[in-house]
């Protein structure tokens, strides 16, 4: 996988920074609206244009209510959902396609989620112990993204194909957002 060398200082800086206790509210684990603009400067095509190749990825419905997860949950899933984002983003399709620079940015914030969470989540939580149900959804949030995978691949990775995704994607950082929202207040 060909990550750029700023995402690679980014990583290993971060990586030994030491742990701070943070506030486990789950902030860090809602889509900032750096990540957002980030994804809407990162258009290379025209949504209009890609109409044709639009598809419904399914997203899991257990994010859609997210009234039946509890706080350590949402914190897992979430964790999963950055996870796999970052994952997606970090292909080497992906390097051909976006803005290095942007996409540089994009990744390096998403992993300062995903670190923020994992040390906010052994701080607060024994790992071993999630409730029950939570690894559905985790698996639910996995066959979420393997069908964008296989959708990319389906489509060779075409300009129009990642434009889909990256609208997708920015739909699924609003509807965590929104279930992350819900254990803030």
Not at 139 to 157: D, G, H, N, P, W
Not at 168 to 180: A, G, H, S, Y
Request: proline share 2%; glycine share 2%; charged share 25%.
């Amino acid at each position: 996988m060909a990550i750029s060398v700023s995402v690679l200082l980014a990583l290993v800086v971060l990586g030994s920074s030491p742990a701070r206790s943070l506030d486990c509210d789950l902030r860090l684990s809602h889509s900032s609206p750096e990540t957002f603009t980030l994804l809407s400067q990162m258009e290379r095509a025209s949504i209009l244009s890609c109409l044709k190749d639009r598809t419904d990825f399914s997203f899991p419905q257990i994010l859609v209510d997210g009234n039946q997860l509890e706080e350590t949950q949402v914190t897992a899933v979430v964790h999963e959902v950055l996870q796999q984002i970052f994952n997606l983003f970090s292909k080497d399709e992906s390097f051909v396609t976006w803005n290095e620079t942007l996409l540089d940015k994009f990744l390096v914030g998403l992993y300062q989620q995903l670190h923020g969470l994992e040390t906010c989540w052994r701080e607060e939580k024994n790992m071993e112990h999630l409730p029950l149900g939570n690894e559905n959804s985790r698996l639910a949030v996995k066959r979420y993204f393997q069908t964008i995978s296989f959708y990319l691949k389906e489509k060779e990775y075409s300009r129009c194909a990642w434009e889909v995704v990256r609208v997708e994607i920015r739909r699924c950082l609003f509807l965590v957002n929104k279930v992350t929202e819900r254990f803030r207040r």
